[in-house]
């Protein structure tokens, strides 16, 4: 039984934001599983088949590509951005967790890539540039109240905040109530970032202030940086404007 | 004037984690700076010439490619992992606000790279697969008060903690600070990642508790995880544990 099962990362979105480990185990792959416009990313070869499903469907998905593996085929699970965060790779610990014992003598390896808040903030400068969290807003799997409690949290102490998965058709209203809770502990000029598709043809970088971010217009494939009190915008004769936390924190203005 | 300035994350450390963007822009390079270890994995190229500096010279370095770069130069300036987590991105931005009006209109751009958090995660399994954050231990430019009320809010919060620039010869006691800290505020089986080298020759995981985090070994190279209250360590015969944090949250653990 030589099967294995590698959970990739595709990084932003275009090849050149792969990297060539991630590459090598597209191309040694049997089989594809992933969310279909993820998997609709990576090159055609012949003779690999591929098993694309719906975005709602991870756990189902991690236990399709774990039986073929273990069935010993090689397969690679894809997963924009990097899989650790907030993607696939904690839903396939989940299924070896409380899946069958042959699932945990399996070939099983994580290949990072850059996520999206990495490549957001590398178009803006460098908002990420001190402390700083990453949040889902979805509250699929976790109680609003348990977001409310971290937002809160980290603004208090001064960490640059990543939203990941800020809004859809289900949930359209806890963008809104994040930078309710947001505006209230931090300035209205607070820089925020909002990134959609970056990496990507078409892509969209808008840098806006804490008070102006509610009326910006956001979707599932936003990735959105609240910076911290420290954050700043440097303006730029003819050029886009740099958004950047400084590496030093004083102690007067926290 | 044709300048421009590459900020390039390199990743975790061999050419395969690099991605093909930050490849081209060391390949296109006429000069290149950065920290002399971080250099010394990139490729040589003839009529390239190479800049190496120490690790504390952050401002001057910026300041020396942003002046070639100016002077017309195509530069790269290399950083390990991404550029924008605790590395050259915001420094060159620090040296962009302060500096001469000429630097405002350079060609610069920032490469996105796998930040050393994501390496390490990908590693141990899928440890940051729910709300984190990043801390910088570092108080050489922010006060040591202001990472303890970090720690403590994050993990109050239930965030899974990366600590990068955990210790150092001028920095001994921070590192054990901060395990006390955490050890106050979160169950003492909580899982604790240590990674070294992480996606490099002689690379270096340990998987301990908080426990038992304050005598494992570390140094400037590690990256270390916290695990919240819901992260979870999956044993497996013959094959190292997965750790990982649940895509979901019980309101009633927090």
Same mark, same amino acid.
């Given at each position: 039984?030589?099967?294995?099962?590698?959970?990739?990362?595709?990084?932003?979105?275009?090849?050149?934001? !792969?990297?060539?480990?991630?590459?090598?185990?597209?191309?040694?792959?049997?089989?594809?599983?992933?969310?279909?416009?993820?998997?609709?990313?990576?090159?055609?070869?012949?003779?690999?088949?591929r098993? +694309?499903?719906?975005?709602?469907?991870?756990?189902?998905?991690?236990?399709?590509?774990?039986?073929?593996?273990?069935?010993?085929?090689?397969?690679?699970?894809?997963?924009?951005?990097?899989?650790?965060v907030?993607?696939?790779?904690?839903?396939?610990?989940?299924?070896?967790?409380?899946?069958?014992e /042959?699932?945990?003598? !399996?070939?099983?390896?994580?290949?990072?890539?850059?996520?999206?808040?990495?490549?957001?903030?590398?178009?803006?400068?460098?908002?990420?540039?001190?402390?700083?969290c990453?949040?889902?807003?979805?509250?699929?799997?976790?109680?609003?109240?348990?977001?409310?409690?971290?937002?809160? +949290?980290?603004?208090?102490?001064?960490?640059?905040?990543?939203?990941?998965?800020?809004?859809?058709?289900?949930?359209?209203w806890?963008?809104?109530?994040?930078?309710?809770?947001?505006?209230?502990? !931090?300035?209205?000029?607070?820089?925020?970032?909002?990134?959609?598709?970056?990496?990507?043809?078409?892509?969209?970088?808008?840098?806006? /202030? !804490?008070?102006q971010?509610?009326?910006?217009?956001?979707?599932?494939? /936003?990735?959105?940086?609240?910076?911290?009190?420290?954050?700043?915008?440097? /303006?730029?004769?003819?050029?886009?404007?740099?958004?950047?936390?400084?590496?030093?924190?004083?102690?007067?203005?926290?």
């Amino acid at each position: 039984m030589s099967g294995k099962l590698r959970v990739v990362g595709l990084g932003p979105g275009e090849p050149s934001g !792969l990297t060539r480990e991630a590459e090598a185990a597209l191309a040694e792959a049997e089989m594809l599983y992933g969310y279909g416009p993820y998997l609709a990313r990576v090159a055609e070869k012949p003779g690999q088949r591929r098993h +694309a499903s719906d975005n709602r469907e991870e756990g189902a998905r991690a236990r399709a590509a774990l039986d073929a593996a273990t069935a010993g085929a090689s397969v690679t699970l894809v997963s924009g951005g990097d899989p650790g965060v907030f993607a696939m790779a904690a839903a396939v610990c989940e299924q070896i967790e409380s899946g069958p014992e /042959s699932w945990r003598s !399996l070939d099983v390896a994580v290949i990072p890539g850059v996520s999206a808040m990495l490549a957001v903030a590398a178009r803006a400068g460098a908002p990420l540039g001190n402390d700083f969290c990453a949040i889902s807003l979805s509250d699929n799997l976790k109680p609003w109240t348990v977001v409310e409690r971290r937002l809160a +949290a980290a603004a208090e102490a001064g960490f640059v905040i990543a939203l990941y998965n800020p809004i859809s058709r289900a949930r359209p209203w806890q963008l809104g109530a994040a930078f309710a809770i947001l505006s209230r502990l !931090l300035p209205t000029t607070t820089p925020v970032v909002f990134g959609r598709g970056v990496g990507r043809a078409g892509e969209r970088l808008v840098v806006t /202030s !804490l008070e102006q971010a509610a009326t910006e217009p956001a979707d599932m494939a /936003s990735l959105i940086i609240v910076g911290s009190m420290e954050t700043r915008i440097v /303006s730029r004769a003819g050029r886009d404007p740099l958004v950047y936390t400084p590496r030093s924190v004083e102690e007067a203005r926290r």
